[in-house]
């Protein structure tokens, strides 16, 4: 094995010591792991439904953007050491708009935005289950102040509080003024009115109306999402960014789509403004329970990629092909999906590509329901990307006893149950002459690998995100990351890290973050998104060394761990 | 002997018990763990009545409000439809003549209809009572049972009575639409029917999610 010894890079070496001449640009001209001309997905970015909003936020304040981007040109010439001696105010100024109108000051606009989004903040939480799932709240209400949906609780008795909530948006959105704040009691709530946006904080941690049960020292953060004819909040006390926050209500919105579709949600208010919605998302709440606690473990929603599931390319084109084969009359998307939101193949019309929010919600749709593990399944679904004002027909069945993978046959005509039910018959006889059920259910069984496979000594476990195929690949969590409160921890830097080189005016292309249970290392090109945990005391030459050598495995194994080839009908 | 190929619809509110009468009677087991129907299942089930195999095929549907504009899809070319409602919820009963009168006014050959007072096993909860359903079924010209999918009572004898329903319909109306055809010979047991298997998907499957808990009630 000489290769081992003199190995073939994929990409430039990081130079150690000056990050800048590592243009995102010669990366990906050596081709960045992962890359593919393929068009099966959508290549999309995180955050790109919220972000004209957010970024104007950053431009707000003459003398605050700029000291801003001085800071961020800084801290990307110098590796961006954020080590956690950083003062607070580095987060406020962030978000310079709502410090200034703070009226009670600096200290105070810090407590309530600052810790926010700080690492220490995360690291020092504890972490009771029960504790973390009141650390957010989501709520649903019309425009008239009904209430849809609740996260916790029941809706009914919160009806005062979607009452309050809906005369506080109303009151936002009747000032032409962008920023406002009022006081409520010991609250204060300043808002950020950037449509279809309203921001939201809560500067004090006192009880607000019927939220009491979660409240805990500090402050909460009230993020309200509205979409006519619904407004979404959410009431966080957790570590997520703001942006964050907003995308899980962009997420919960569009399940609500994929339920009902845009134009027939929005015909029921034209037609009665007080429209009681529950009655139509009947049985729809635990799907919104369920993508709302996924959005809190699983990275794809955050990325705006998926995971594969890990198996030889020679197996995944049998797959391909087997299903590919079957045809049936407007059939757009063929999807099948591996335990855990792992994605097996796609295969699609010529002309049509999935979006990744798409898939999540397929996913989550699957996820969250055992009900057709026990029979062939004809449904409706709305995949508000792909479009948001009518239905596809989705035909879902399980291909084995043991339920390791859900075959997804997606059909823009209602009446083809039959044709469809007989092409999965055909797709599972030539899957299981290939012995590709049996290839699936190994790789289920294996587990995603071990970041020992690897062979880089203090790298505890990453994420990278192939940009051009939107998908990602990771390894698995290993000690000392398997207590679930543990995890959940690292989940937050993960949010951090990537809140960090995300959100800026001119995002940081690479950040080296030092906290006291391990240092971090996030990095953006034009052609991936690489986030990567050490242990605490590695230094920074030897994680870049670390990099370069993952991104060599990462090349290496690119056939097994994503799909670069997809089949179309 | 002959077969014959029927098709049933499966009505009702949700959460009166649908599903959990049709995977008892498929797949010969209870859960109280069934997840809601999402859309609509369809199974398949073969079995031995009299002088016919039978097979039928199954829609069971998801009953909520907003997949109602998809019913004619699965009930359009029913031979049976099953009208479940829950005998502890008024409201199920109403909902079921509702679902009637909709069957009434869009299905244009015979339909057989049998109505089906789930949940038994919660008697002292009872909010319909027997003489009334039985007096609405037979206003209808419906067969009328009913059972617990919980404790299995009356389910079989429910099937039973449909797939008798149906071979009669098949001699005396040659446009009902059923498939009949000459077959294989098979044993009958004491209760007049075999089960020779279970369709295409087999309904005994490890349930990967177990503590599934969801809609309780349809009142709730
Ligand atoms: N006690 C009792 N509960 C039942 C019975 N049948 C169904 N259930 C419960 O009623 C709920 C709804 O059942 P399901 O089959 O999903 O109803 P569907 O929506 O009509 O399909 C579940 O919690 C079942 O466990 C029954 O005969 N007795
Ligand atoms: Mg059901």
Same mark, same amino acid.
């Given at each position: 094995m000489a290769a081992l010894t003199e190995p073939t890079l994929p990409v430039q070496p990081l130079p150690p010591n000056d990050l800048e001449e590592v243009t995102p640009d010669d990366l990906v001209e050596e081709g960045a792991p992962g890359a593919s001309e393929d068009h099966m997905l959508i290549a999309a970015e995180s955050y790109e439904d919220i972000n004209v909003a957010i970024d104007e936020q950053y431009h707000r304040g003459k003398d605050e953007k700029d000291k801003t981007k001085n800071e961020i040109e800084q801290s990307a010439r110098e590796l961006s050491i954020d080590d956690r001696s950083t003062t607070p105010s580095d987060e406020g100024r962030e978000t310079p708009k709502e410090e200034v109108s703070s009226a009670e000051g600096k200290d105070r606009s810090n407590s309530m935005l600052g810790n926010r989004d700080r690492p220490q903040h995360v690291e020092e939480e504890c972490y009771s289950p029960e504790w973390r799932q009141r650390q957010k709240h989501v709520f649903i209400l019309s425009e008239a102040g009904k209430p849809i949906y609740t996260r916790h609780g029941n809706e009914d008795k919160l009806v005062t509080t979607m009452g309050v909530m809906q005369a506080l948006v109303s009151f936002v959105q009747d000032n032409d003024d962008n920023i406002r704040f009022m006081i409520a009691g010991s609250h204060k709530f300043v808002f950020l009115n950037r449509p279809p946006v309203i921001l939201v904080c809560v500067s004090h941690s006192v009880c607000f109306f019927c939220f009491h049960r979660f409240m805990i020292a500090g402050s909460h953060k009230f993020v309200f999402l509205n979409r006519p004819p619904v407004i979404l909040v959410c009431v966080s006390h957790s570590a997520e960014s703001t942006q964050q926050l907003l995308l899980h209500l962009t997420y919960v919105y569009n399940q609500i789509i994929s339920v009902l579709t845009f134009s027939q949600l929005s015909k029921i208010f034209e037609?009665?403004?007080?429209?009681?919605?529950r009655r139509l998302l009947t049985g729809t709440e635990k799907f919104l329970d369920n993508l709302i606690n996924l959005m809190d473990r699983d990275a794809m929603f955050l990325l705006s990629a998926v995971r594969c599931l890990p198996l030889a390319s020679s197996v995944r084109d049998i797959i391909g092909q087997s299903i590919a084969q079957c045809k049936a009359k407007d059939l757009v998307f063929a999807i099948l999906v591996g335990r855990d939101n792992q994605l097996v193949t796609v295969v699609r019309m010529k002309e049509h590509s999935l979006h990744p929010a798409d898939l999540h919600l397929v996913f989550n749709l699957v996820d969250a329901s055992t009900s057709?593990?026990?029979?062939?399944?004809?449904?409706?679904?709305?995949?508000?990307?792909?479009?948001?004002?009518?239905?596809?027909?989705? @035909?879902?069945?399980?291909?084995d006893e043991e339920c390791s993978a859900c075959l997804l046959l997606l059909s823009a005509d209602r009446d083809v149950f039959f044709e469809l039910s007989e092409a999965r018959q055909k797709i599972v006889t030539r899957l299981n002459k290939y012995n590709c059920l049996q290839a699936i259910r190994e790789s289920l069984a294996k587990g995603s690998y071990k970041v020992a496979q690897i062979g880089i000594p203090d790298l505890r476990h990453f994420m990278y995100k192939s940009k051009s195929t939107a998908q990602y690949t990771s390894s698995e969590l290993e000690a000392p990351y398997t207590e679930e409160g543990e995890r959940h921890?690292?989940?937050?830097?993960?949010?951090?890290? @990537? @809140?960090?080189? @995300?959100?800026?005016?001119?995002?940081?292309?690479?950040?080296?973050?030092?906290?006291s249970k391990e240092t971090m290392l996030g990095w953006i090109t034009s052609g991936f998104e690489l986030y990567a945990t050490f242990g605490p005391l590695v230094t920074k030459p030897a994680a870049i060394n670390a990099i370069n050598k993952l991104l060599r495995w990462i090349k290496k194994e690119e056939d097994r761990l994503f799909i670069l080839n997809s089949y179309t009908y | 002997m002959k077969s014959i190929e029927a098709k049933i619809v499966v009505l009702g509110a949700q959460g009166v018990g649908k599903t959990s009468v049709v995977i008892r009677y498929v797949?010969?087991?209870?859960?109280?763990?069934?997840?809601?129907?999402?859309g609509a299942s369809f199974f398949t089930f073969k079995m031995t009545v009299d002088d016919y195999r039978v097979k039928l095929q199954l829609w069971d549907t998801a009953g909520q409000e907003r997949f109602r504009s998809m019913a004619p899809m699965y009930y359009r070319k029913a031979n049976a439809a099953l009208l479940v409602y829950d005998i502890t919820c008024r409201e199920s009963f109403e909902n079921i003549q509702s679902w009637v009168d909709e069957l009434k006014k869009n299905v244009e050959g015979t339909i057989i209809m049998c109505v089906i007072g789930n949940k038994t096993d919660l008697v002292s909860r009872r909010e319909v009572t027997r003489e009334k359903a039985e007096q609405y079924a037979d206003s209808i010209n419906a067969l009328y049972y009913?059972?617990?999918?919980?404790?299995?009572?009356?389910?079989?004898?429910?099937?039973?009575?449909?797939?008798?329903?149906?071979?009669?319909?098949?001699?005396?109306?040659?446009?009902?639409?059923?498939t009949v055809y000459d077959g294989s010979a098979s044993l009958l047991n004491a209760d007049g029917i075999i089960e020779d298997g279970i369709g295409d998907m087999n309904n005994h499957r490890r349930r990967r999610d177990s503590e599934d808990s969801n809609n309780a009630s349809c009142c709730s």
């Amino acid at each position: 094995m000489a290769a081992l010894t003199e190995p073939t890079l994929p990409v430039q070496p990081l130079p150690p010591n000056d990050l800048e001449e590592v243009t995102p640009d010669d990366l990906v001209e050596e081709g960045a792991p992962g890359a593919s001309e393929d068009h099966m997905l959508i290549a999309a970015e995180s955050y790109e439904d919220i972000n004209v909003a957010i970024d104007e936020q950053y431009h707000r304040g003459k003398d605050e953007k700029d000291k801003t981007k001085n800071e961020i040109e800084q801290s990307a010439r110098e590796l961006s050491i954020d080590d956690r001696s950083t003062t607070p105010s580095d987060e406020g100024r962030e978000t310079p708009k709502e410090e200034v109108s703070s009226a009670e000051g600096k200290d105070r606009s810090n407590s309530m935005l600052g810790n926010r989004d700080r690492p220490q903040h995360v690291e020092e939480e504890c972490y009771s289950p029960e504790w973390r799932q009141r650390q957010k709240h989501v709520f649903i209400l019309s425009e008239a102040g009904k209430p849809i949906y609740t996260r916790h609780g029941n809706e009914d008795k919160l009806v005062t509080t979607m009452g309050v909530m809906q005369a506080l948006v109303s009151f936002v959105q009747d000032n032409d003024d962008n920023i406002r704040f009022m006081i409520a009691g010991s609250h204060k709530f300043v808002f950020l009115n950037r449509p279809p946006v309203i921001l939201v904080c809560v500067s004090h941690s006192v009880c607000f109306f019927c939220f009491h049960r979660f409240m805990i020292a500090g402050s909460h953060k009230f993020v309200f999402l509205n979409r006519p004819p619904v407004i979404l909040v959410c009431v966080s006390h957790s570590a997520e960014s703001t942006q964050q926050l907003l995308l899980h209500l962009t997420y919960v919105y569009n399940q609500i789509i994929s339920v009902l579709t845009f134009s027939q949600l929005s015909k029921i208010f034209e037609k009665k403004s007080n429209y009681d919605l529950r009655r139509l998302l009947t049985g729809t709440e635990k799907f919104l329970d369920n993508l709302i606690n996924l959005m809190d473990r699983d990275a794809m929603f955050l990325l705006s990629a998926v995971r594969c599931l890990p198996l030889a390319s020679s197996v995944r084109d049998i797959i391909g092909q087997s299903i590919a084969q079957c045809k049936a009359k407007d059939l757009v998307f063929a999807i099948l999906v591996g335990r855990d939101n792992q994605l097996v193949t796609v295969v699609r019309m010529k002309e049509h590509s999935l979006h990744p929010a798409d898939l999540h919600l397929v996913f989550n749709l699957v996820d969250a329901s055992t009900s057709f593990q026990s029979a062939e399944s004809w449904t409706p679904i709305c995949l508000p990307k792909f479009n948001s004002n009518g239905y596809l027909h989705a @035909h879902l069945s399980y291909l084995d006893e043991e339920c390791s993978a859900c075959l997804l046959l997606l059909s823009a005509d209602r009446d083809v149950f039959f044709e469809l039910s007989e092409a999965r018959q055909k797709i599972v006889t030539r899957l299981n002459k290939y012995n590709c059920l049996q290839a699936i259910r190994e790789s289920l069984a294996k587990g995603s690998y071990k970041v020992a496979q690897i062979g880089i000594p203090d790298l505890r476990h990453f994420m990278y995100k192939s940009k051009s195929t939107a998908q990602y690949t990771s390894s698995e969590l290993e000690a000392p990351y398997t207590e679930e409160g543990e995890r959940h921890r690292l989940f937050g830097m993960y949010q951090y890290l @990537h @809140h960090r080189v @995300h959100n800026s005016a001119r995002p940081l292309k690479i950040l080296f973050h030092v906290g006291s249970k391990e240092t971090m290392l996030g990095w953006i090109t034009s052609g991936f998104e690489l986030y990567a945990t050490f242990g605490p005391l590695v230094t920074k030459p030897a994680a870049i060394n670390a990099i370069n050598k993952l991104l060599r495995w990462i090349k290496k194994e690119e056939d097994r761990l994503f799909i670069l080839n997809s089949y179309t009908y | 002997m002959k077969s014959i190929e029927a098709k049933i619809v499966v009505l009702g509110a949700q959460g009166v018990g649908k599903t959990s009468v049709v995977i008892r009677y498929v797949g010969k087991l209870f859960s109280k763990h069934v997840s809601p129907t999402i859309g609509a299942s369809f199974f398949t089930f073969k079995m031995t009545v009299d002088d016919y195999r039978v097979k039928l095929q199954l829609w069971d549907t998801a009953g909520q409000e907003r997949f109602r504009s998809m019913a004619p899809m699965y009930y359009r070319k029913a031979n049976a439809a099953l009208l479940v409602y829950d005998i502890t919820c008024r409201e199920s009963f109403e909902n079921i003549q509702s679902w009637v009168d909709e069957l009434k006014k869009n299905v244009e050959g015979t339909i057989i209809m049998c109505v089906i007072g789930n949940k038994t096993d919660l008697v002292s909860r009872r909010e319909v009572t027997r003489e009334k359903a039985e007096q609405y079924a037979d206003s209808i010209n419906a067969l009328y049972y009913e059972t617990s999918a919980l404790t299995n009572d009356g389910i079989q004898e429910a099937f039973l009575q449909v797939s008798l329903s149906l071979i009669k319909l098949s001699q005396t109306d040659k446009s009902s639409g059923l498939t009949v055809y000459d077959g294989s010979a098979s044993l009958l047991n004491a209760d007049g029917i075999i089960e020779d298997g279970i369709g295409d998907m087999n309904n005994h499957r490890r349930r990967r999610d177990s503590e599934d808990s969801n809609n309780a009630s349809c009142c709730s």
